[in-house]
């Protein structure tokens, strides 16, 4: 397992993972990749079709978030599911009731979902 540091961004994280891309199109292998984000995965989409790889027949790619863009990616990118809301509201509940601390009582764990679509294959 290799592991490709980037930055956040599509295009770096595009630019961050081409060369492990074409190592493995040149030993013809098929790759998976998790993204730190669905915008970090659309970077993977467009690095793959630069080298003439196609999404998921040669690379698999998960994102992260769920963004409403992640569906119109194509094909359509599996990505986990954050609760975007939920977590705001945690946020500014904890910010209204710490009153300048921060224990570790003060943790939020929310759940996160798959949801699987066509970058993972069939």
């Known amino acids: 397992m290799e592991q ?15 060369g492990s891309l074409r190592s493995a199109r040149e030993a013809g292998e ?4 998790f993204a730190c984000s669905d915008e970090m ?14 999404i998921p027949r040669d690379v698999m ?4 978030d769920d963004v409403r863009e992640a569906r119109w990616l194509a094909p ?6 954050q609760p975007i809301r939920a977590m ?3 946020a500014v509940a904890l910010l209204d009731s710490i009153e300048g601390r921060l224990d570790a009582a003060d943790d939020v764990v929310l759940p ?11």
């Open 4 to 18: 490709v540091s980037s930055g956040w961004s599509m295009a770096a994280a595009g630019a961050g993972v081409r």
């Open 30 to 33: 098929r790759v998976g990749v």
């Open 41 to 54: 995965a659309s970077g993977v989409y467009a690095a793959a079709a630069t080298l003439g790889m196609t």
């Open 61 to 64: 790619v998960v994102g992260f």
């Open 76 to 81: 359509p990118l599996t990505t986990v599911r």
């Open 88 to 90: 705001a509201a945690a």
């Open 112 to 122: 996160t979902s798959l949801v699987v679509r066509a970058s993972t294959g069939p």
